[in-house]
């Protein structure tokens, strides 16, 4: 017996959207596109004569409200920039579609609430894909800390590292939307890569929360620095731009426990998320790939700091040990893949989404907070998104990792 697909609309078409249409809905058998929507024709073009090699009159437009009110769509995929995600996802849930969201920062906390308060009205599944929940490392480091192996857990920390100089300047040749985000806001522009998995970890919104939060932001002379030598014919905008740096942000939670984040996209560097986790027997850090457990003492005196983490190996989530290599061609060594199979899987199941609309109101909404905290020099409160939920709900993981 054939299984029955779910019919996807995709609103938003640049990079991200046609590498999840391409390598993923394209290719899952349980998926069938059947929309496809970006406000530049060209690419609402070029992804409707993808879609028309697979699948016969897919609908495409250039207005999102179309895909909204079509019958045959069941759920949409939210990829576009970082200014529409949910006030998109709040007109799909209105219309009875289930939404899977893209990640980035909140504006206001006003749209987080609305998010929340239309997800908990209309009952409709939403999920945010924050994919890095679904990596290799942090499931493992989530394995170990529910196993008891690192003890309890005091201290976490991580950072969207990633050196974007060239995708920010030439934002507008590129048609791409983070550069005006760096013109003119300062703020953990992109807290959720490595929030997300240590919010998982932590039990945020299931017996924990986030309590309050301060950031700092450095001075802002990458962008400056990299248009002068590199594109000095083409641009003169990045010479007085918002965005600093660096920024660091300390977040206080209700147990005690403290984050660290760090947003790091203007200056020269390998992609790491420095993601780290620090309890009482033990830490995990991935800069260096390895474990360190109490005890460990004649390697604490060593130089030796190499990856021993096929000593774990026993921890690694089944989906990561079991990988196979059509799944890693699914984007991020096949964390993309898992992520939008997650999605799936809840919506046929009706099973509570892993990654929810508490879990991407919270993320989210550090942007705005750190926004306020750098602009004011102060300690910010963070919302409470599940309005005492929180100390009720169950823990659980985002996928089963047993
Ligand atoms: N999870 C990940 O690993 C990952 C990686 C890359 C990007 N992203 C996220 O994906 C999103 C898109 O990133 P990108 O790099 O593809 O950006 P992009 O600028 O290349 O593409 C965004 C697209 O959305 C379209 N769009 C904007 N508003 C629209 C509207 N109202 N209706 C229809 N289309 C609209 C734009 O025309 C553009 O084509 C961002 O939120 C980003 O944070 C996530």
Partial sequence: MQEKTVQVGVIGLGV?????????????????????????????????????????????????????QNGEVEAVFVITDWTTHISIAIEAMERGKAVAMEVGGAYSLEECWALVNTQERTGVPFMMLENCCFDKNELMVMNMVRQGVLGTVVHCS???????????????????????????????????????????????NRGNRLVSLVSVASKSVGMKEFVKEKRSEDYTDFLNYEQGDVVTTIIKCAHGETILLKLDTTLPRRY?????????????????????????DEWAKTKDVADNLDKYGEYLAPVWKNMTDEQRKTGHGGMDGI??????????????MPVDVYDAATWMSVSVLSEQSILTGGTVTCPDFTRGKWTLRESKDVIELE
């Fill in 16 to 68: 991200r959207g046609m590498s999840i249409l391409k390598a993923i809905l394209l290719k899952n058998p349980e998926v069938r596109v059947v929309a496809v929507c970006d406000l530049y024709e060209d690419r609402a073009q070029k992804a409707y004569e993808l879609v028309s090699e697979k699948y016969a009159a897919p609908i495409k437009t250039t207005a999102y409200g179309d895909v909204l």
């Fill in 158 to 204: 991580g950072s969207y590292g990633h050196d974007l100089r060239p995708e920010i300047a030439d934002g507008y040749k590129n048609r791409h939307y983070r550069k005006d985000q760096y013109l003119n806001r300062n703020c953990d522009n992109y807290p959720t890569h490595e929030l997300g998995p240590i919010a998982k970890i932590l039990n945020i």
């Fill in 272 to 296: 790491d998320r420095e993601f780290r986790v620090c309890g009482t027997k033990g830490n995990f850090n991935q800069t260096l790939q390895s474990v360190f457990l109490d005890g460990d």
């Fill in 339 to 352: 992520t939008v199979g997650a999605f799936i899987k809840a919506l046929k199941t009706g099973s509570e």
